[in-house]
C-alpha cells in the first residue's frame, strides 16, 4: 500500500521561500503522474502543481513563476520549490499520485497523507 508523507513547511514571511518534499513510500506505476495540492482555512483542496510520468509540469495560474514541482525518482521523493511567498499561499499542502488527464485536471489515485502546514505571515 502506498503511504505519502509530507514535510517541509513552516511559517516564512512574504518573498520567503521553501521546499516542501513528499516521500511515497510502497510501489506505484511508472505511468502514475505527480501532483501537489493545498487546502487553505475553509476552502476546498485545490491543485497547485502537477508532473507527467515524463516530466511535463503544469501549474496553477496563482503559482506560476514562483514555484517548481520536481522528482527524484532513485529517492522516491517528490519536491515542491516555493519561492516569492505571499500570504495567500497559506495553506496545508498534500501530494498524491494518479493521472493527468489534461492541463491542470488531475485523477489522484492514494490516500491523503496528513499535509503540511505553511504560514505566510509577518
Known amino acids: 500500500q502506498v503511504q505519502l508523507v509530507e514535510s517541509g513547511g513552516g511559517l516564512v514571511q512574504p518573498g520567503g521561500s521553501l521546499r516542501l518534499s513528499c516521500e511515497v513510500s510502497g510501489k506505484i506505476s511508472e505511468f502514475d503522474a505527480m501532483a501537489w495540492y493545498r487546502q487553505a482555512p475553509g476552502q476546498r483542496r485545490v491543485l497547485v502543481a502537477a508532473m507527467s510520468p515524463g516530466g511535463t509540469t503544469n501549474y496553477a495560474d496563482s503559482v506560476k513563476g514562483r514555484f517548481t514541482i520536481s522528482r527524484d525518482t532513485a529517492k522516491n521523493t517528490l519536491y515542491l520549490q516555493m519561492n516569492g511567498l505571499k500570504p495567500e499561499d497559506t495553506a496545508v499542502y498534500y501530494c498524491?499520485?494518479?493521472?493527468?488527464?489534461?492541463?491542470?485536471?488531475?485523477?489522484?489515485?492514494?490516500?491523503w497523507g496528513p499535509g503540511t502546514q505553511v504560514t505566510v505571515s509577518t
Open positions: 498524491n499520485h494518479g493521472l493527468l488527464i489534461a492541463h491542470m485536471t488531475f485523477a489522484e489515485l492514494g490516500s
